[in-house]
């Protein structure tokens, strides 16, 4: 399993979408089954919170952390 799919299920067994492996007895919970639910609530999550963001061409962060950064956006377009 990859760190994203790793981190995402660690979470996601956290705020209870799908039990701890370790406690489940084996074939309890198909690994098909467990992605789809992870998939759904990611899903989820993303479209309540996608509203939230703007795409941005260059995010000054990346290339220094200590700078600050500010928006501007030119379009009256969403």
Excluded: C
């Excluded at 919970?29 to 061409?57: F, H, M, N, P």
């Amino acid at each position: 399993m990859g760190e994203i799919a790793e981190f995402l299920e660690s979470k996601a067994v956290a705020k209870k979408i799908v039990e701890d492996r370790k406690k489940l007895p084996d074939g309890f919970l198909d690994e098909e089954a467990r992605r789809v639910k992870i998939g759904v609530w990611v899903r989820d999550l993303l479209e309540k919170q996608i509203s939230k963001y703007t795409l941005a061409t260059h995010v000054g962060k990346f290339a220094n952390p200590d700078s600050t950064v500010h928006l501007y956006v030119e379009s009256k377009e969403a």
